[in-house]
């Protein structure tokens, strides 16, 4: 993965809360076998009604969404951070995640930054006519109006995006570590492996 | 003495395989379930490195989402092509990636094949006290047996596959209880869309759902597994049961289930999942049973829910602006009108299936209602899909595919079909759903689609109907 540091530019002030991942990538495209190519039905529906900010030649490419509570709820599909990826989403700035949406953004290297409502609110109105500027090395969220907010994020995952890390490799470096797991397991939960059908 | 747990604190705190200084736990996963959606890029993934699948034998696979439910064999018994290339192309991925792997599958023509969700348990693949993951959201269902159990992305599909744990913090824990008897006609279907309305779609959001109290002791498994399902619409990733008699009754004898002496200790084991007296839950919701009404819901949301002896609401009614805002913009997308009744909601279609609804307890509750009656006029599709194969011949066994098909329905191969817009069944854009289902949101059973949650007895009085109704009217209440 390659390592994240700054994510800097314009945003979509999207604004809207509880977006499923229906709405970020609607079903008929998870048929694919890739990962690439599905930024075209990212937000299908929404880009169908005029004036939606995605279409907004004022934003276009920007590598910056800002949107309202609880982004990415519903299903697990990674296509949703996959899509975001190929129409080239960085970070999403929201005052809450889905616990899966998130998990998926950072193994694909999307920030997601979580701020209060009020700096949601400051940054949606920024993003109308300037860019956004977040620095994950200080935790921080600055626009050119002086305006500097900070937030937090799991020192695990920051270390991860910092350095671009290969979280399987590291996990099967400790491959001894499952093995001694697993051979304790087995003596107490004889159980474990399922029956042949 | 050792602290006072709940369940989840023991599940997890059996499967850490290694904490680190920040918290973040590496753990152990006892069961990974592997569909054709979500799959196909970790197993690329994998190829790429040059790595094997570390517990196949932990592993199974099976097609669900991208599977036409039409006829699988022609008269020959030979397999019929699927059209759609994209569809045949990443289930035909998943045919080779099982074998070349070492996992074991059940193909879409194997009795076996299901929805992962109803195959799991149905197996006895599913287990009190595991890890269960699967690369889809509603794997909280298995929560059900008590199984700590959660959707996964692809990126942790493949880090599953390859390692057989995952990097996990703890979560919170959130117990809901509710107490009491259901009133008539009002199913697992109903309290769990209750307490979605009760706490939002992002109520559970960071925790863990543990279902607690007289209502749900009092449910069968199947109902558990209806409820425990639905824990993700509430935000939750896990719901769980604490196991009981019941649970290992269910258990007992199913094929991938332990056996003999393996069974005693099991079971043993299992006695111990309960959460003990004195432990302490981050958050506390309680719902009383006499409150709970046969639901449907009127939004683009799950937590849009409202009895069916009421109205859409009017948006101006919220007090939080966005969620007002939100409310118009639900009523345009779903053709309603504040105040409208919802007995005078017409419908024109009915999807009885999915993980949430597509069980033989279901069906039977469904069929029980539909027995001897016709669907309305104005339905154009009416479609009943078992989760399983093995659902589908028990309930033809019953007879259950007679009365289906006497009042109108279409009687379908497994999988899941309407519930999502991936496979050739949808709802057409503009047209209104009465669905088993568990998300309602926008375009979810195809572009502009209109989707109703509801339980399977109140989509089978939809469809005898042509609009919703109180099944309580079409029902003899054998307890007055």
Known sequence: MEPVTTV???????????????????????????????????FEALRKEPGNVFDDPRYAGAPIIVAGDNFGCGSSREHAAWALIDMGVKAVIAPSFSDIFSGNAFKNGILTVVLPQEAVDRLLEVAKTDTISIDLEHQTVTTPYQDRFTFEIDPFRKSCLLGGLDEIGLTMAQGDTIGAFEARDAQTRPWLVPAAA | ?????????????????????????????????????????????????????????????????????????????????????????????????????????????????????????????????????????????????????????????????????LLLKPSKTLSIEVEGELGFGVTAKDVIL???????????????????????????????????????????????????????????????????????????????????????????????????????????????????????????????????????????????TAGQRMEDVPVEHIFIGSCTNSRIEDLRAAAAVLDGRKIADGIKQALVVPGSGLVKRQAEDEGLDRIFVEAGFEWREPGCSMCLGMNPDRVPSGERCASTSNRNFMGRQGPGARTHLVSPVMAAAAAIKGRFADVRDLMVNERA
């Not at chain 2, 070349?100 to 059940?106: A, H, Q, S, T």
């Not at chain 2, 690369?135 to 390859?162: K, M, N, P, Q, R």
């Not at chain 2, 639901?295 to 101006?316: K, L, N, Q, Y």
């Open chain 2, 1 to 165: 003495m050792t602290k006072a747990r709940t369940l989840y604190e023991k599940i997890w705190d059996a499967h850490v395989v290694e904490k680190r200084d920040d918290g973040t736990c590496l753990v152990y996963i006892d069961r990974h379930l592997v569909h054709e959606v979500t799959s196909p890029q970790a197993f690329e993934g994998l190829r790429l490195a040059g790595r094997k699948v570390r517990r196949p034998d932990l592993t199974l696979a099976v097609p669900d989402h991208n599977v036409p439910t039409t006829a699988r064999v022609d008269a020959q018994g030979q397999r019929i092509p699927i059209v759609n290339k994209e569809s045949a192309q990443q289930l035909a991925a998943l045919e080779r990636n099982a074998p070349e792997f070492g996992i074991r599958y059940f193909g879409a023509t194997d009795i076996n094949q299901g929805i992962v969700h109803v195959v799991g348990p149905e197996q006895g693949f599913t287990l009190p006290g595991m890890t269960l993951v699967c690369g889809d959201s509603h794997t909280a269902a298995h929560g059900a047996l008590g199984a700590l159990a959660f959707g996964i992305g692809t990126s942790e599909v493949e880090h599953v596959l390859a390692t057989q744990t």
């Open chain 2, 194 to 336: 209750a307490i979605i309305g009760r706490i939002g779609t992002a109520g559970g959001t960071g925790h863990v759902m543990e279902f607690r109290g007289s209502t749900f002791r009092a449910m069968s498994i199947e109902s558990r597994l209806t409820v425990s399902n639905m824990a993700i619409e509430g935000g939750a990733r896990s719901g769980l049961f604490a196991p009981d008699e019941k649970t290992f009754e269910y258990i007992k004898g199913r094929p991938m289930a332990p056996q003999g002496a393996d069974w005693d200790r099991a079971v043993e084991y299992w006695r111990t999942l309960v959460t003990d007296e004195g432990a302490v839950f981050d958050k506390h919701v309680r719902l009383d049973a006499a409150d709970i009404a046969p639901t449907v819901t009127w939004g683009t949301s799950p937590e849009d829910v409202v009895p069916i002896t009421g109205a859409v609401p009017d948006p101006e009614s919220f007090a939080d602006p966005s969620k007002r805002e939100a409310a118009a913009k639900s009523l345009a997308y779903m053709g309603l």
């Open chain 1, 8 to 42: 800097e530019g314009r945003a979509y002030p999207f604004g809207m809360k509880n977006v499923d991942t229906d709405i970020i990538i609607p079903a008929e495209w998870l048929k694919t076998i890739s990962r690439t190519g599905l930024g075209k039905g990212a």
